[in-house]
Protein backbone atom coordinates (compact mmCIF):
# COMPACT_ATOMS: atom_id res chain seq x y z
CA UNK A 1 0.00 0.00 0.00
CA UNK A 2 1.25 3.44 -0.88
CA UNK A 3 0.54 7.33 0.57
CA UNK A 4 -2.01 8.09 -2.01
CA UNK A 5 -4.26 5.01 -1.72
CA UNK A 6 -3.87 4.97 2.33
CA UNK A 7 -4.99 8.29 1.92
CA UNK A 8 -7.55 8.12 -0.39
CA UNK A 9 -8.92 5.19 1.55
CA UNK A 10 -8.73 6.82 5.35
CA UNK A 11 -10.58 9.68 3.80
CA UNK A 12 -13.46 7.85 2.55
CA UNK A 13 -13.71 6.34 6.03
CA UNK A 14 -13.59 9.14 7.78
CA UNK A 15 -16.42 10.96 5.74
CA UNK A 16 -18.57 8.33 6.44
CA UNK A 17 -18.04 8.33 10.49
CA UNK A 18 -18.61 12.09 10.63
CA UNK A 19 -21.73 11.13 8.21
CA UNK A 20 -22.48 8.63 10.59
CA UNK A 21 -22.11 10.41 14.06
CA UNK A 22 -23.92 13.77 12.22
CA UNK A 23 -27.21 11.42 11.47
CA UNK A 24 -26.79 10.42 14.68
CA UNK A 25 -26.99 13.44 16.39
CA UNK A 26 -29.78 15.20 14.02
CA UNK A 27 -32.04 11.35 15.09
CA UNK A 28 -31.17 12.05 19.14
CA UNK A 29 -28.96 8.79 19.37
CA UNK A 30 -26.61 9.74 21.42
CA UNK A 31 -29.26 11.24 24.15
CA UNK A 32 -31.39 8.16 23.75
CA UNK A 33 -28.59 5.91 25.13
CA UNK A 34 -29.43 4.36 28.51
CA UNK A 35 -27.16 5.74 31.64
CA UNK A 36 -26.23 1.83 32.47
CA UNK A 37 -25.19 1.16 28.88
CA UNK A 38 -23.22 4.49 28.47
CA UNK A 39 -21.37 3.67 31.93
CA UNK A 40 -20.48 0.39 30.54
CA UNK A 41 -18.89 2.16 27.80
CA UNK A 42 -16.70 4.48 30.07
CA UNK A 43 -15.39 0.82 31.40
CA UNK A 44 -14.51 -0.83 28.23
CA UNK A 45 -14.15 2.04 25.78
CA UNK A 46 -13.32 5.40 27.24
CA UNK A 47 -9.68 3.77 28.14
CA UNK A 48 -8.71 2.05 25.38
CA UNK A 49 -7.13 5.26 24.17
CA UNK A 50 -4.32 4.48 26.69
CA UNK A 51 -2.76 1.14 24.85
CA UNK A 52 -3.82 2.53 21.45
CA UNK A 53 -1.24 5.52 22.03
CA UNK A 54 1.17 2.95 23.38
CA UNK A 55 1.08 1.14 20.24
CA UNK A 56 1.17 4.74 18.41
CA UNK A 57 4.93 5.25 20.62
CA UNK A 58 5.78 1.81 19.96
CA UNK A 59 5.39 2.05 16.00
CA UNK A 60 7.49 5.49 16.03
CA UNK A 61 10.36 2.89 16.79
CA UNK A 62 9.78 0.19 14.06
CA UNK A 63 9.59 3.23 11.54
CA UNK A 64 12.61 4.28 12.79
CA UNK A 65 14.78 1.73 13.22
CA UNK A 66 13.06 -1.05 10.79
CA UNK A 67 15.97 -0.96 7.64
CA UNK A 68 13.00 -1.33 5.06
CA UNK A 69 11.36 0.80 3.76
CA UNK A 70 8.20 -0.64 3.29
CA UNK A 71 7.76 -1.98 7.03
CA UNK A 72 8.76 1.68 7.96
CA UNK A 73 5.62 2.82 5.49
CA UNK A 74 3.45 -0.24 6.88
CA UNK A 75 4.59 1.06 10.62
CA UNK A 76 4.19 4.56 9.50
CA UNK A 77 0.36 3.79 8.29
CA UNK A 78 -0.46 1.99 11.83
CA UNK A 79 0.64 4.64 13.57
CA UNK A 80 -1.22 7.28 11.65
CA UNK A 81 -4.41 5.01 12.16
CA UNK A 82 -3.91 4.58 16.14
CA UNK A 83 -3.80 8.43 16.03
CA UNK A 84 -7.15 8.32 14.14
CA UNK A 85 -7.89 5.88 17.16
CA UNK A 86 -7.11 7.57 20.01
CA UNK A 87 -8.90 10.83 18.44
CA UNK A 88 -11.92 9.31 17.67
CA UNK A 89 -12.01 7.67 21.30
CA UNK A 90 -12.02 11.16 22.87
CA UNK A 91 -14.57 12.97 20.82
CA UNK A 92 -16.99 9.95 21.32
CA UNK A 93 -16.27 9.68 24.78
CA UNK A 94 -16.88 13.36 25.50
CA UNK A 95 -20.32 13.23 23.45
CA UNK A 96 -21.36 10.59 25.73
CA UNK A 97 -20.39 12.29 29.26
CA UNK A 98 -22.53 14.89 27.51
CA UNK A 99 -25.62 12.53 27.85
CA UNK A 100 -24.63 11.39 30.53
CA UNK A 101 -23.95 14.67 32.35
CA UNK A 102 -20.66 12.53 33.98
CA UNK A 103 -17.37 12.48 33.35
CA UNK A 104 -16.39 8.50 32.05
CA UNK A 105 -13.14 9.53 34.06
CA UNK A 106 -10.57 7.17 31.47
CA UNK A 107 -7.15 8.02 33.18
CA UNK A 108 -8.57 6.71 36.68
CA UNK A 109 -10.09 3.58 35.55
CA UNK A 110 -6.68 2.88 33.13
CA UNK A 111 -4.48 3.54 36.24
CA UNK A 112 -6.42 1.96 39.09
CA UNK A 113 -9.17 -0.29 37.61
CA UNK A 114 -8.02 -3.90 38.44
CA UNK A 115 -9.29 -5.30 34.93
CA UNK A 116 -7.32 -3.08 33.17
CA UNK A 117 -3.55 -3.44 34.80
CA UNK A 118 -2.55 -6.77 32.87
CA UNK A 119 -3.13 -4.57 29.43
CA UNK A 120 -1.37 -1.92 31.14
CA UNK A 121 1.42 -3.77 31.91
CA UNK A 122 1.74 -4.89 28.47
CA UNK A 123 1.68 -2.02 27.00
CA UNK A 124 4.33 -0.75 28.96
CA UNK A 125 6.66 -3.74 28.25
CA UNK A 126 5.59 -2.94 24.70
CA UNK A 127 7.18 0.60 24.85
CA UNK A 128 10.06 -0.65 26.86
CA UNK A 129 10.91 -3.19 23.81
CA UNK A 130 10.21 -0.55 20.83
CA UNK A 131 13.70 1.06 21.90
CA UNK A 132 15.70 -2.30 21.20
CA UNK A 133 14.07 -4.40 18.38
CA UNK A 134 11.24 -3.51 16.14
CA UNK A 135 10.62 -6.85 15.03
CA UNK A 136 9.99 -8.55 18.43
CA UNK A 137 7.74 -4.80 18.95
CA UNK A 138 5.70 -5.99 15.76
CA UNK A 139 5.14 -9.40 16.32
CA UNK A 140 4.29 -8.79 20.15
CA UNK A 141 1.65 -6.00 19.10
CA UNK A 142 0.61 -7.48 15.73
CA UNK A 143 0.64 -11.03 15.60
CA UNK A 144 0.24 -11.67 19.44
CA UNK A 145 -1.88 -9.40 20.95
CA UNK A 146 -4.09 -7.57 18.36
CA UNK A 147 -6.02 -10.88 16.72
CA UNK A 148 -7.69 -10.92 20.60
CA UNK A 149 -7.40 -7.52 21.54
CA UNK A 150 -9.13 -6.06 18.48
CA UNK A 151 -11.18 -8.75 18.58
CA UNK A 152 -13.30 -7.77 21.70
CA UNK A 153 -12.65 -3.99 22.14
CA UNK A 154 -13.88 -3.71 18.60
CA UNK A 155 -15.54 -6.18 16.46
CA UNK A 156 -17.58 -7.42 20.01
CA UNK A 157 -17.89 -4.37 21.08
CA UNK A 158 -19.82 -3.21 17.61
CA UNK A 159 -22.66 -5.53 18.43
CA UNK A 160 -23.17 -4.72 21.44
CA UNK A 161 -23.73 -1.35 20.60
CA UNK A 162 -25.58 -2.57 17.90
CA UNK A 163 -28.27 -4.36 19.99
CA UNK A 164 -28.43 -0.91 22.25
CA UNK A 165 -29.41 0.62 18.90
CA UNK A 166 -26.08 3.05 19.13
CA UNK A 167 -25.34 3.28 15.83
CA UNK A 168 -22.36 5.83 15.92
CA UNK A 169 -20.40 3.34 18.69
CA UNK A 170 -21.08 0.58 16.40
CA UNK A 171 -19.97 2.28 12.94
CA UNK A 172 -16.92 4.10 14.87
CA UNK A 173 -15.59 0.34 16.41
CA UNK A 174 -16.28 -1.79 12.77
CA UNK A 175 -14.03 1.31 11.20
CA UNK A 176 -11.35 0.70 14.19
CA UNK A 177 -11.58 -3.02 13.71
CA UNK A 178 -11.09 -2.71 9.91
CA UNK A 179 -7.42 -0.88 10.54
CA UNK A 180 -6.39 -3.40 13.14
CA UNK A 181 -7.35 -5.75 10.51
CA UNK A 182 -4.77 -4.37 8.20
CA UNK A 183 -2.05 -4.48 10.72
CA UNK A 184 -2.56 -8.14 11.45
CA UNK A 185 -2.55 -8.72 8.12
CA UNK A 186 1.17 -6.75 7.17
CA UNK A 187 2.73 -8.59 9.75
CA UNK A 188 1.55 -11.95 8.73
CA UNK A 189 2.69 -11.30 5.31
CA UNK A 190 6.26 -10.04 7.14
CA UNK A 191 6.54 -13.18 9.07
CA UNK A 192 5.29 -15.44 6.11
CA UNK A 193 8.25 -13.84 4.10
CA UNK A 194 10.72 -14.26 6.55
CA UNK A 195 9.83 -17.71 6.95
CA UNK A 196 10.49 -18.80 3.34
CA UNK A 197 13.87 -16.66 3.43
CA UNK A 198 16.41 -19.37 1.55
CA UNK A 199 19.12 -18.47 3.98
CA UNK A 200 17.84 -17.48 7.25
CA UNK A 201 14.12 -18.95 7.56
CA UNK A 202 15.01 -21.70 10.44
CA UNK A 203 16.65 -19.05 12.69
CA UNK A 204 13.63 -16.36 11.55
CA UNK A 205 11.13 -19.21 12.35
CA UNK A 206 13.29 -19.45 16.14
CA UNK A 207 13.47 -16.30 17.01
CA UNK A 208 9.23 -15.64 15.87
CA UNK A 209 8.88 -18.68 17.98
CA UNK A 210 10.46 -17.37 20.84
CA UNK A 211 8.64 -14.02 20.61
CA UNK A 212 5.13 -16.03 20.49
CA UNK A 213 5.74 -18.13 23.56
CA UNK A 214 7.15 -14.80 25.76
CA UNK A 215 4.07 -12.62 24.60
CA UNK A 216 1.30 -14.89 23.94
CA UNK A 217 0.64 -15.89 28.03
CA UNK A 218 0.75 -11.48 28.71
CA UNK A 219 -1.62 -11.07 26.32
CA UNK A 220 -4.06 -13.83 27.33
CA UNK A 221 -3.82 -12.47 30.92
CA UNK A 222 -4.32 -8.99 29.07
CA UNK A 223 -7.40 -9.56 26.94
CA UNK A 224 -8.93 -12.12 29.82
CA UNK A 225 -9.00 -9.46 32.71
CA UNK A 226 -10.63 -6.85 30.26
CA UNK A 227 -13.24 -9.08 29.07
CA UNK A 228 -14.67 -9.28 32.91
CA UNK A 229 -15.86 -5.73 31.86
CA UNK A 230 -17.87 -6.66 30.02
CA UNK A 231 -20.22 -8.90 31.98
CA UNK A 232 -23.32 -10.90 30.55
CA UNK A 233 -23.19 -8.81 27.72
CA UNK A 234 -20.20 -10.76 25.76
CA UNK A 235 -21.05 -13.66 23.80
CA UNK A 236 -20.47 -16.69 25.25
CA UNK A 237 -19.00 -18.21 22.23
CA UNK A 238 -15.89 -14.96 21.67
CA UNK A 239 -13.25 -16.78 23.58
CA UNK A 240 -13.65 -19.73 21.58
CA UNK A 241 -13.66 -17.64 18.16
CA UNK A 242 -11.03 -15.55 19.01
CA UNK A 243 -8.97 -18.39 20.32
CA UNK A 244 -9.39 -20.23 17.09
CA UNK A 245 -8.88 -17.18 15.14
CA UNK A 246 -5.34 -17.17 16.66
CA UNK A 247 -4.68 -20.26 16.57
CA UNK A 248 -5.20 -20.36 12.42
CA UNK A 249 -3.00 -17.67 11.76
CA UNK A 250 -0.02 -19.17 13.97
CA UNK A 251 -0.27 -22.41 12.29
CA UNK A 252 -0.38 -20.83 9.04
CA UNK A 253 2.95 -19.91 10.09
CA UNK A 254 4.17 -22.59 11.22
CA UNK A 255 4.18 -21.14 14.65
CA UNK A 256 2.88 -22.46 17.83
CA UNK A 257 1.16 -21.78 21.38
CA UNK A 258 4.33 -24.05 23.04
CA UNK A 259 4.16 -23.55 26.34
CA UNK A 260 1.68 -20.41 26.09
CA UNK A 261 -1.30 -20.27 27.86
CA UNK A 262 -4.97 -21.02 25.91
CA UNK A 263 -7.42 -18.36 25.73
Known sequence: MYYKVYNGMQS??????????????????FDRLSPDYITFL??????????????????????????????????????????????RNITLSLRLERALNDTLDPRERWLTDEAWQPLRRYAEQL?????????????????????????????????????????ATAHLALEMARDEHRHIDWTHDLVKYLHEDRR?????????????????????EAVSSMAQLHGERLDPGWRERAAAALDDRLEELGLSRTQASAA
Open 12 to 29: ESEQAIDSVFATAEAIGS
Open 42 to 87: GRVWAPMRYPEWAVVKSFQDVGHYTPSSPICACASFQLFDGLRHVQ
Open 127 to 167: LATSGREWGETTVASNLVLKPLLSSLAYDELATMAGVEGDI
Open 200 to 220: HADANHELTQGWVEKWLPRAV
